[in-house]
């Protein structure tokens, strides 16, 4: 028996003693690979591969690219900032974008396009090939100087499109009742939990949205291939493109052809004989260069980046009293002189959006504050922009939806008739058991969450009066839950002006005094990769039933189980396609 309880011991520790040296090995790995950054050549092309997923600031994961296929996430603050780089960058002579369906939003993608379309005024060329290139890519690829589209490829060029999952009936067949808690017309984050369609406001409040939206986009592909707008709604309204030399036919593209075709092009333009090849710099290792380059002023701009659902704990999405901290160092350091909040958030937890809220009203007045609203800046991602002294956002950035809700669920029948287990209970006051989830509320109970609700909606409202210059009955008209796009948005005076990140980096430079002399830095700061996964380890489970990734659907259960309090949140998981 002791014999085997020692081999035990000793197999445990040869297994654990293993796992910490492999970690150890990718620790030493990633760090040697961070510390030796790529050298760009003279004559270089710089080459942008629009895949993955688009997040503002994403962290490099090494084991992603070692041991799977899946392509990387993209980090759109580090691509704007390289392009931006290689403008004035004389090694870099032009940039070859190749899309493959990146999943971003069109205020994500307005960004990269907006700079490369400054890139261009430098003379440099923009160059793309695409096999498939869908509707979303096609918006950054459009100011290509030259365009190519293989021969047997295809081009989506169809429209917009909303598409919700309803929940109601499978609750109505498994006996679970959701209980719900909302003020204005438009708070349809619930709609999917009640409906089995879309109510009379919802689709009102889509059908603008995506004809703001989709009017942005036509009319900034019309200046870039020279098409009038009328003529590319037909285009897309008779869905005239089916085959690839239909999108050449109407000028979609320059030309139906093959990638080694366009790189014979690049290598003319670079007076390369066809023999030589192309010194192609990966758009990732140009980033490692350039911030190994990168020069650190004494006046900084701290970026707080706000990217997720607004929560109260854990470790990942805006968690407030992280992000309050960050704030608060930002402000209390002297190197800093100016404050972006980079706000790409659906909201979350009103408690958290308002500890965020606070700690910039603290700031306010003691340093420039510039909101720079990403592909939704919305309820409570609205409400940790709105105490900035400048508010800009893309004209196709999601924002608005000032509401508030709350949802509680009643399991009672769901547990009883479906697998037989029964509840009682015992309690010292009426309202003890206020918060179960084993019967449905009473009415006395229902109507104590709901002046909670309506209380934090006139708060919500009236920090919004505030924070815009409107009284509260004004500001109430344009809230109730209603999103609006950017370009709305400024209509209605819930933003200042539309723009990029770069002009919110170069506003609050201005507003400092420091146009000539700052560099910037992110916040909170990113953890090394080994100590980001370990702590991960066990969360980030992607699961396969049946053949389907149920990683989304696992996703929507842990965000359920995050609706704790009063929500501020973007009206269902809204993704306009």
Partial sequence: MAFLRNLLATLLGLFIFTILGFFMLVGVVASASADEAPSVKTNSVLYFPMSGILEDKAVEDPFLTAFSDAPPAQSLLDIISAIKKAKTDDRIKGIYIEPMYMAGSYAGLQEIRDVLLDFKESGKFVYAYGEYISESDYYVVSVADSLFLNPTGSIEFNGMDVNITFLKGMFDKLDIEPQIFRVGDFK???????????????????????????????????????????????????????????????????????????????????????????????????????IKEGTYASNRIAVIVAEGDIVMGGDEGIVGSIFAKEIRKARENDKVKAIVMRVNSGGGSMTASDMI?????????????????????????????????????????????????????????????????????????????????????????????????????????????????????????????????????????????????????????????????????????????????????????????????????????????????????????????
């Fill in 188 to 290: 349809s984050y619930v709609e999917p939990y009640i409906r089995k369609d879309l109510s009379k406001e919802n689709r009102l409040q889509y059908t603008e949205l995506l004809g703001s939206m989709y009017g942005t986009y036509l009319e900034n592909v019309s200046n870039s291939i020279q098409i009038p707008v009328k003529k590319l709604a037909e285009i897309s309204d008779q869905m005239k493109i089916s085959l690839p030399q239909d999108a050449a036919d109407v000028g979609l593209v320059h030309k139906i052809g093959y990638e080694d075709e366009l790189k014979s092009v690049m290598k003319k333009k670079l007076g390369l004989k066809e023999s030589k090849d192309l010194r192609i710099m990966k758009m990732n290792k140009y980033i490692q260069a350039t």
């Fill in 357 to 577: 809220w606070r700690e910039l009203m603290l700031t306010k007045g003691k340093k420039p504050i510039i909101a720079s609203m990403g592909g939704a800046a919305a309820s409570g991602g609205y409400y940790i922009a709105m105490p900035a002294d400048t508010i800009i956002a893309q004209p196709n950035t999601i924002t608005g939806s000032i509401g508030i809700f709350g949802m509680w669920f009643n399991f009672g029948e769901f547990l009883e008739n479906k697998i037989g287990i029964t509840h009682d209970v015992v309690k010292t006051g009426e309202y003890s058991d206020i918060y179960t989830v084993t019967r449905p509320l009473r009415n006395s109970e229902r109507a104590i969450i709901q002046r909670g609700v309506n209380e934090g909606y006139e708060v919500f409202t009236q920090k919004a009066a505030d924070a815009r210059g409107m009284t509260q009955s004004e500001l109430k008209k344009i809230a109730s839950g209603r999103v609006w796009s950017g370009e709305q948005a400024l209509d209605n005076g819930l933003i200042d002006k539309l723009g990029s990140f770069n002009d919110a980096i170069e506003l609050a430079a201005k507003a400092a005094g420091i146009e000539n002399d700052y560099s910037v830095s992110y916040y909170p700061k990113e953890k090394p990769f080994v100590e980001e996964f370990l702590e991960r380890m066990n969360a980030k489970v992607q699961f396969t039933l049946f053949g389907i990734d149920a990683d989304p659907v696992l996703k929507q259960v842990k965000q359920l189980n995050q609706l704790k309090g009063l929500q501020a949140r973007l009206p269902g998981n809204l993704e306009v396609r």
